[in-house]
């Protein structure tokens, strides 16, 4: 068994909000969901999903909180050290569907158990978790159609699909 030390970054633009959390490789997802709750001081009770990421924070396979189809990944099934495999490794964190809090996960160090020491633990905390998640810029449809003149629904999205039966 291993260490592992992550940073957790709540993306927020005002001011820096991270926290630093060692836990060990053979928790599961739903053990470091937790672990970021208790952390940022959120109460819990929410949704939640981690996404694998990539190096440029592209949402890859979600792994949920609670089973979404008979394929999906559910954080109570899976340790870290089954998606984890070393420094560097990425995933997208967000809590609150309803507010969107989401974070930029990293796994920052691999290390040894020390004697003594509990885990999961909280080893660094930086900034305070806003009263409200940031504001999401999200286009409607009536942005879509004051920005060029039509909206999506106006092009033929189902151009070639002609001989589709309705």
Not at 13 to 37: A, G, L, M, P
Not at 60 to 78: T, Y
Not at 131 to 157: M, R, W, Y
Request: aromatic fraction near 16%.
């Amino acid at each position: 068994m291993a260490i592992y030390g992550f940073r957790v970054i709540l993306d927020e633009n005002n001011q820096d909000v991270f926290r630093d959390i060692e836990i060990e490789s053979t928790s599961s997802f739903e053990d470091f969901h937790n672990s970021i709750i208790q952390g940022f001081g959120m109460e819990g009770g929410e949704m939640a999903s981690f996404y694998k990421s990539d190096d440029h924070w592209n949402q890859g396979d979600e792994i949920s909180l609670f089973p979404v189809d008979d394929k999906s990944f559910v954080m109570g099934d899976w340790s870290l050290e089954q998606m984890i495999s070393e420094k560097g490794d990425k995933f997208l964190y967000i809590y609150d569907f309803l507010n969107m809090w989401t974070f930029y996960v990293e796994l920052m160090e691999i290390d040894e158990p020390k004697s003594g020491i509990s885990y999961p633990r909280l080893i660094y905390s930086e900034g305070l978790m806003p009263a409200e998640s940031g504001e999401k810029q999200f286009e409607t449809h009536e942005d879509l159609s004051e920005s060029n003149g039509s909206t999506p629904f106006e092009d033929d999205i189902f151009e070639g699909f002609d001989d589709f039966d309705q």
